[in-house]
């Protein structure tokens, strides 16, 4: 079974600190994203990439930067966190190097911003 | 641009009610991908079915049927006789097969909520 872990289900930080969300997958997938859920909004791209140390816009990087530096692992930074980043984290990954396959997600991180 | 619409926000049914949760899509490729993941309350997704433009074939698995008619650009999802672990929010998400940088990307629905009651 593909496992996506995320280093936490719950964070809470304070406006202005540094944060760093992790993301580990074991099953070699090439393609690794993160994406953000709230209410109302469905889910949204973050960031998104397609091999260690290549990164892709989604929808809403602002105020987000990621990180692979490895294979297996892929980070979301918010550099200066802010309170209307208070929201479900969601990191996902896929095997082919395409739209194709099925991305498999983790179990989410809740982050609140106060 | 492609966009997923899943006009029901919610819907509850009683236990052994049969369900149909829509989706609609938009798109201007030939070619896409359908796909339907369920998010129980425990917040994990978890994939359910992925359909590719070329195949209108309806599917089975166990009490999930999906329709897929490219006609009226919709990727229905049933569940028949539902039971009170079918309570999750449900999405819909397209992805198009082009040979540039997005086509990585999975546009979601906003989901339906369904509510299964005993």
């Known amino acids: 079974d593909v496992k996506v872990t995320q280093s936490s289900r719950y964070l809470v930080k304070r406006t202005g600190e540094k944060v760093f969300l992790e993301c580990v997958q074991d099953?070699?997938?090439?393609?690794m994203f993160w994406y953000r859920q709230d209410p109302g909004l469905g889910l949204r791209l973050i960031y998104f990439?397609?091999?260690?140390?290549?990164?892709e816009k989604g929808d809403i990087p602002e105020g987000y930067s990621v990180s692979r530096e490895k294979k297996e692992r892929f980070s979301l930074i918010l550099e200066s966190a802010s309170t209307n980043q208070t929201s479900m984290y969601l990191c996902?990954?896929?095997?082919?190097?395409?739209?194709?396959?099925?991305?498999?997600f983790g179990p989410g991180t809740r982050l609140t911003v106060t | 641009a492609q966009k997923v619409t899943q006009a029901q926000t919610e819907i509850s049914v009683v236990e052994k009610e049969d369900v149909t949760l829509d989706c609609v899509y938009e798109?201007?490729?030939?070619?896409?991908?359908l796909f339907w993941y369920k998010q129980p309350p425990s917040g994990e997704l978890v994939f359910l079915i992925r359909?590719?433009?070329?195949?209108?074939q309806n599917e089975i698995s166990g009490r999930y049927s999906w329709n897929f008619q490219k006609s009226t650009s919709s990727f229905n999802f049933t569940i028949t006789a539902s039971q009170v672990v079918d309570s999750a929010v449900y999405f819909c998400?397209?992805?198009?097969?082009?040979?540039?940088?997005?086509?990585?990307?999975?546009?979601f629905g906003k989901g339906t909520k369904l509510s299964v009651i005993p």
């Open positions: 996902a990954s896929s095997y082919r190097t395409s739209g194709t396959d099925e991305q498999y």
């Open positions: 099953m070699d997938h090439e393609n």
């Open positions: 990439s397609y091999d260690v140390k290549m990164k």
């Open positions: 798109t201007r490729d030939t070619t896409y991908y």
């Open positions: 359909r590719n433009s070329f195949d209108e």
């Open positions: 998400a397209l992805s198009e097969a082009n040979s540039g940088a997005g086509s990585y990307q999975l546009t």
